[in-house]
């Protein structure tokens, strides 16, 4: 329409008195006799613009009159300083207005079912769910989702800059036993077949070590079905680092500089550093558990992050029918001290693991360990908790023989991505930095999953329905 290319809302500060091109969405509308104030939103922010009849010729005038709230609009216009009383220091467009000079509609929009950020109402989280492209369309939702952005993009760099490789790995795998359910999906080709969705790529990242990448990460979706809390959903974001040729200090400075950088850049204060490291029985003593919280009052106030590292924690715990299994990860290694106790099978309840979780104003915000890249440690740590020869090789028989192939020693960490953005936003609700989160009810955000499948879908998965 118009001979001017795009400049976006924020951009218009520094064209006082120049024309300019502006697309977006109404945010708001506001008539004051025939003059008629918009404001318009896009990605930059939000600018005001005035609508004077005598300024507009007679197609925009009349579009002037029938633009409501979430139409997508692009005007031609005089960009104008305001009067000192009309200046709105809270805006970072505050000190400008634009005259509309011509005006298009690009899209109609319906009312939509509630007002994007106005916080009059109380949205239900349903209604915010089914519109979720509307609620992100909110300033609280799009500063935390390009908040997300801007810390996964601060890790990566920070990863890359220390020589780690990206590498995806697949979503269709094997059952693990890695202290949760599984998500399962039946094979076609394969009747009464399952694959896995992975927990994590804890697996397949130690696999990498093997194949000599020594420092691989992946910013990794692990799926468990487990039901949904407030800090936890099906599917998480994970930070996945795995590093050869390291002991447990390496892995918790590597993570704590990539931490401490992508925090400091954001602009948040973090209150200790290096980061306290508490042996997990010190952490029970002193806080009643291994998640809590080092901020003072004071601290909350000023955006304070309050990482610590917790250690030593015991390899094995009981379960209710009094076997022995892990209490983080099967795959780690035991402290040195213990390291033969654990081959012994000996003293389990006394045997320490290499296992570090990293705790954040009350959240656990990462966890890890130094693996057992020695098969007969890891076969030690299956027979401990009570599976046969035969057991132990279904389950892990890949493992142990791909250690057999000069395994180098290993250890990693994974990162929970969402759990680190409730810190940085303060949000108490995992859906506050997920686009599009599962509900409390476990359907989906606009797409209403789980569905039923039809018959022929069924049968070409091999599977039937018990009524
Ligand atoms: N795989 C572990 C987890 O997802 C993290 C790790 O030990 O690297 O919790």
Redesign the pocket.
Known sequence: MFMLSRVLNLESVSRVGEEVLLKGWINARRNMGKIVFLDLRDRSGIVQLVGVPQELDPASLEKLTMVRPEWVIEIRGLVKERGVKQQNPDMPTGTIEILIKELKVLNTAETPPFEIDKDTMPISEELRLKYRYLDLRSERMQKNIRLRSQYVQLCREYLFGNEFVEIETPLLTKATP?GSRDFVVPSRLQPGMFFALP??P?QY?QLLMVAGFERYFQTAR?LRDEDPRSDRGFEHT?I???MSFVEREDVMQMVEGMVVNAAEKLGYTIKQKPFPRIAYKEAVEKYGADKFDLRTEEDKLNKVLAYAWVIDFPFFEKTDEGKWTFT??P?SQPLPEYVADHLAGRNIEHILTSQYDLVCNGYESG???IRAHDPEMLRATYKTMGYTPEEIEESVGHMLKAFTFGAPPHG???LGVERNLMNLTDEAYLREVVAFPMTSSANTSVMDAPTTLPDKTLAELHVSIKK
């Open positions: 890695e927990q994590s804890q990242k692990a994970q996945d680092i795995e983080h990860n795959f966890g890890g360990s990693g960490i994974a």
